[in-house]
Structure formats: C-alpha cells, structure tokens
C-alpha cells in the first residue's frame, strides 16, 4: 500500500472534512508538540537526559510523517490531502528536534564536568 494511496480524498472535499491527509497531519503535529514540550522541559531542568531522548523521537517522528503528508500531496491548500498540516508538523517537528538537541548537548557537558 502506497502513502499515496493512503492519503486519497473524494473529489468533493469540504473544509470541515477530516481527511486521511488531514489526519495523518493532525498526528503529526501532535507529535511534533510532543517533542517541543518534552525538549523545552528537558532543557529546563538539568536532570532530562531520558526526557531529551524521548523528545528527540517524538519531534523526529512529527517531521518525518509531516515531510511525507507534503511529498504525498497532490494537492495544495483547501483540497484536503493535508498540505498545511504537514509544513506546520514538519517545523514543529524540527523545533522539537533543535530544542532536545541543546538539552542533550547541555547534559552531555554537564556529566563531562563532574
């Protein structure tokens, strides 16, 4: 099964239809917060080595399943393949990734220095 086939909409979509790509897109924001919450703790707080990791994972997994809603689409905005959706899931997504990296590196640092 193709992700194409995955994300096909009816023809007559209104803007108050939940889609497969808009769902799909939905998730991947979820993620993507997910990962920008658990890496803004982390990063917070000294003690978030595991908060970090798992930030890591979810704000990753938001923007890769974003960068595929996108690549699927083939449509642009208002025809439901989930196009917006995904641009804002992939930049939420690489926000969590950037903001567990700084915690990572910061706790990196900070178990080099005891």
């Not at 970090?52 to 595929?68: I, S």
């Not at 959706?85 to 220095?113: D, E, K, Q, Y």
Request: aromatic share 4%; no cysteine.
């Amino acid at each position: 099964m193709s992700i194409r086939h995955l994300l096909a909409t009816a023809p007559d979509v209104s803007s108050y239809d939940l889609t497969p790509g808009r769902l799909w897109s939905l998730v991947a924001i979820l993620l993507g917060l997910v990962g920008v919450v658990l890496g803004g703790l982390a990063l917070a707080r000294r003690a978030g080595r595991r908060r970090a990791l798992v930030a890591l994972a979810a704000g990753l997994a938001g923007a890769v399943v974003g960068g595929l809603v996108v690549a699927a689409a083939e449509g642009g905005p208002g025809t439901g393949y989930g196009i917006v959706g995904g641009f804002v899931a992939l930049v939420v997504g690489l926000i969590g990734v950037a903001l567990s990296g700084l915690a990572l590196t910061r706790s990196r640092r900070s178990a080099m220095s005891r």
